[in-house]
Every structure is written in structure tokens, then in C-alpha cells.
T-cell receptor, first 116, second 109 residues
Framework: GAVVSQHPSRVICKSGTSVKIECRSL??????MFWYRQFPKQSLMLMAT?????????EQGVEKDKFLINHASLTLSTLTVTSAHPEDSSFYIC????????????FGSGTRLTVV | GQNIDQPTEMTATEGAIVQINCTYQ??????LFWYQQHAGEAPTFLSY??LDGLEEKGRFSSFLSRSKGYSYLLLKELQMKDSASYLC??????????WGAGTKLIIKP
């Protein structure tokens, strides 16, 4: 099936630094990538939708300048958490439409971000 | 507003059957998904229902009633590895997924 590779799986960074998370579609072209954040014991929260070659669409309450999303090619989308703070510590997951599942989505393996 | 409700936690015994319920309210409807998520991992697809009725896939089955805004996931012959969170998600008219908070399923020997 469709595979989305997400890196890094875990990252610990100091407060004030930036962290980049990459999601690559390995055997298909992902024109759209969804970026989610999940806090412990909570639901997946959609942060933004990125489309190849155009600006990302951010959900209400998500700061565009803090969470920079780039979708420069059909196989790569990146999320950069700028000037990270401890409250940004969370599980970040990307997903792309799965052509093998009608309207379904395939997920990256997730990135556990801890800001100290 | 759009809303998904599912129980927070359920406990069942190895070898038994468990049914996880989900009710939804969305602006338009384009299907209901169930995903399994083990702790610290990304969700994996289990099932998709868009028509009323029961879809069976091995030990897992999923049911949908569009008129009632209701779905359930049925797990048979429970195994210890089935211990996970089960996420219900409904797709609205804009093809956006609205996620439930997940049901943590605990399997006891």
C-alpha cells in the first residue's frame, strides 16, 4: 500500500530553537498532505493542509509563522516548528490520501517532539 | 457544530468479543472510518463505511447507520495485541475528517 515516511521519529530540542519534520511519499505522488498534532489521550487535531506548489491552508488558531509548512515537490512536505516552546511538545503526524482506500488516508509514523 | 462521540475506555477479556460505539454529527457525510492506534504510533486504517450495513473483514467488522448517525466496530476473538486506541472519524461534505478522541481498549488475560 501507499507509504508515507516521516522523520525524525523523536526529537528533543531546547526552547527557542527550530525543528523540521519531513514527510515523504515513497511510492506515490502526494499532491496533498495533512499535518496533525495529538496531545496525550486526545484526538488528532488538524493543523494545516499543504498542497504541492501552493500555500498551506491553516486551521483556525494555528499560527502560520510558528508552524511553517512547505510542499515544494509531489513527494515531500515539511513542517518546521519555529522558536519552539515546551507547550509545543506533542506528537506530530502527517497523512496523505491513500489511493488504495476510497477517501482513506495513510499516515506517517509520527514525530514525538519534546521541547526542554 | 461537528462532533464525534465514543467511549473513553473499555475493558475486555482475551478471546471475547467487544463492540465500540461511535455517534457522529457532521455537516454533510462522506463516510465513516475506523483506525487503530497503538501508543506512540500513528493510526492504521481498519475500515471505511459509507453505506448502511455491516462490513466484515476477518476478526473486525464495522457497522453504519446513516439515519442514526451511528457506527460500531466489532472485534471478535480478542487477542492481547488488540490492546490499543480505536479512533472513529467521519468525513464531512468538504471531505475533511472529523476525529473522535479515541477509545482505549484494554485486553485482560
Amino acid at each position: 500500500g501507499a507509504v508515507v515516511s516521516q522523520h525524525p521519529s523523536r526529537v528533543i530540542c531546547k526552547s527557542g530553537t527550530s525543528v523540521k519534520i519531513e514527510c515523504r511519499s515513497l511510492d506515490f505522488q502526494a499532491t496533498t498532505m495533512f499535518w496533525y498534532r495529538q496531545f496525550p489521550k486526545q484526538s488528532l487535531m488538524l493543523m494545516a493542509t499543504s498542497n504541492e506548489g501552493s500555500k498551506a491552508t491553516y486551521e483556525q488558531g494555528v499560527e502560520k509563522d510558528k508552524f511553517l509548512i512547505n510542499h515544494a515537490s509531489l513527494t515531500l512536505s515539511t513542517l518546521t516548528v519555529t522558536s519552539a516552546h515546551p507547550e509545543d511538545s506533542s506528537f506530530y503526524i502527517c497523512s496523505a490520501p491513500d489511493r488504495e482506500v476510497s477517501y482513506g488516508y495513510t499516515f506517517g509514523s509520527g514525530t514525538r517532539l519534546t521541547v526542554v | 457544530g461537528q462532533n464525534i462521540d465514543q467511549p473513553t475506555e473499555m475493558t475486555a477479556t482475551e478471546g471475547a468479543i467487544v463492540q465500540i460505539n461511535c455517534t457522529y454529527q457532521t455537516s454533510g457525510f462522506n463516510g465513516l472510518f475506523w483506525y487503530q492506534q497503538h501508543a506512540g504510533e500513528a493510526p492504521t486504517f481498519l475500515s471505511y463505511n459509507v453505506l448502511d450495513g455491516l462490513e466484515e473483514k476477518g476478526r473486525f467488522s464495522s457497522f453504519l447507520s446513516r439515519s442514526k448517525g451511528y457506527s460500531y466496530l466489532l472485534l471478535k476473538e480478542l487477542q492481547m495485541k488488540d490492546s490499543a486506541s480505536y479512533l472513529c472519524a467521519a468525513m464531512d461534505s468538504n471531505y475533511q475528517l472529523i476525529w473522535g478522541a479515541g477509545t482505549k481498549l484494554i485486553i485482560k488475560p
